[in-house]
């Protein structure tokens, strides 16, 4: 069973950055691919970013291109998310979660962290 935490979510203002860390433990090997999601008030949960661990191959929602960066540190079995220029509308619920291919499809991501707060706001 793969667990997923994540943290480094909290207050910042707009323009600011926040760096959110995803870590990853049981066989993380059957999951070969990261992705980062998140879900604002009233609406539908939406992709952010991915990432495959062994290669380090990336893709990006169009919001998050440009501003924010996923990457992955192998050898802690976790997985982060730097997010720069922050906007209120990027106000969410963040969640990591663990996926069969590196994509933004959310179907392919099996297991999934309980999230962590970012709120963007003066």
């Known amino acids: 069973q793969v667990q997923l935490v994540e943290s480094g979510g909290g207050l910042v203002q707009p323009g600011g950055s926040l760096r959110l860390s995803c870590a990853a433990s049981g066989p993380t090997f059957r999951r070969p691919a990261m992705g980062w999601f998140r879900q604002a008030p009233g609406k539908e949960r939406e992709s952010v970013a991915a990432?495959?661990?062994?290669?380090?191959?990336?893709y990006y929602a169009n919001a998050a291109k440009g501003r924010f960066t996923i990457s992955r540190d192998s050898a802690k079995n976790t997985v982060y998310l730097q997010m720069n220029s922050l906007k209120p509308e990027d106000t969410a619920v963040y969640y990591c979660?663990?996926?069969?291919?590196?994509?933004?499809?959310?179907?392919?991501?099996?297991?999934w962290g309980q999230g962590t707060q970012v709120t963007v706001s003066s």
């Open positions: 990432i495959s661990w062994s290669a380090g191959s990336t």
């Open positions: 979660a663990a996926g069969s291919a590196v994509t933004l499809l959310q179907r392919l991501y099996s297991y």
